[in-house]
């Protein structure tokens, strides 16, 4: 067989082997101050979502990325610095707080605006992501109790415990259905909608 046959069969199996299902499990593994998961969550979640979301599709967000804990918790250290940690442990509350999966989702790409924001400044973005809070109807009263209890903790050392059954190697990573695979991560950075939608059937509208 020509060797170009060759390889045009092989991206073909390779595409039409992702097993398709009626429902999808997809693990978002991020960090609050990280520019490559902001560029994924603003950039390719939040648009996918509003046809991603007709669909059964289960999907969970680990704020932690390649943190540490220390002394059963009461220390963590972050890529990016203690900033980045509360913050870890802010969206890790807030989105404990949100049932809805679209209100996650927008209540993400807000936080993430923010955070990372350049033209916000510093003082300001703690105020700033309260109202992120309110916007997916949560109370903020109710995440600074979250903040300031062992449920802040323990829920971050939950994210990391997620984390690292993957142990990843970049952050954003994306997991489905419990296994990484490193080609669809590749293909979910830079078309995620598009890589979901792989696993339904019929695929996406």
Same mark, same amino acid.
């Given at each position: 067989? @020509?060797?170009?046959?060759?390889?045009?069969?092989?991206?073909?199996?390779?595409?039409?082997?992702?097993?398709?299902?009626?429902?999808?499990?997809?693990?978002?593994?991020?960090?609050?101050?990280?520019?490559?998961?902001?560029?994924?969550?603003? @950039?390719?979640?939040?648009?996918?979502?509003?046809?991603?979301?007709?669909?059964?599709?289960?999907?969970?967000?680990?704020?932690?990325?390649?943190?540490?804990?220390?002394?059963?918790?009461?220390?963590?250290?972050?890529?990016?610095?203690?900033?980045?940690?509360?913050?870890?442990?802010?969206?890790?509350?807030?989105?404990?707080?949100?049932?809805?999966?679209?209100?996650?989702?927008?209540?993400?790409?807000?936080?993430?605006?923010?955070?990372?924001?350049?033209?916000?400044?510093?003082r300001?973005?703690?105020?700033?992501?309260?109202?992120?809070?309110?916007?997916?109807?949560?109370?903020?009263?109710?995440?600074?109790?979250?903040l300031?209890?062992?449920?802040?903790?323990?829920?971050q050392?939950?994210?990391?415990k997620?984390?690292?059954?993957?142990?990843?190697?970049?952050?954003?990573?994306?997991?489905?259905?419990?296994?990484?695979?490193?080609?669809?991560?590749?293909?979910?950075?830079?078309?995620?909608?598009?890589?979901?939608?792989?696993?339904?059937?019929?695929?996406?509208?």
């Amino acid at each position: 067989m @020509n060797p170009i046959y060759s390889i045009i069969a092989l991206i073909y199996c390779f595409y039409n082997s992702v097993p398709v299902v009626e429902s999808v499990d997809v693990k978002i593994f991020f960090e609050a101050l990280c520019p490559d998961s902001r560029h994924f969550i603003i @950039n390719q979640l939040h648009p996918a979502w509003k046809d991603l979301s007709k669909h059964d599709i289960e999907i969970s967000f680990i704020p932690f990325g390649k943190a540490m804990s220390f002394d059963d918790g009461d220390h963590f250290v972050c890529q990016h610095g203690d900033d980045e940690c509360y913050k870890n442990k802010i969206m890790s509350c807030a989105l404990n707080k949100i049932d809805d999966k679209t209100k996650k989702v927008e209540y993400l790409r807000c936080s993430m605006d923010i955070f990372t924001s350049r033209r916000i400044p510093r003082r300001q973005k703690h105020d700033a992501s309260k109202q992120c809070v309110k916007n997916a109807d949560v109370e903020w009263h109710a995440v600074e109790d979250c903040l300031k209890s062992d449920q802040g903790k323990n829920l971050q050392l939950q994210a990391e415990k997620e984390t690292m059954e993957i142990s990843p190697s970049f952050i954003p990573t994306i997991v489905y259905n419990g296994v990484f695979n490193q080609t669809l991560q590749d293909r979910s950075l830079y078309n995620f909608k598009k890589t979901a939608c792989s696993f339904i059937f019929n695929g996406c509208s």
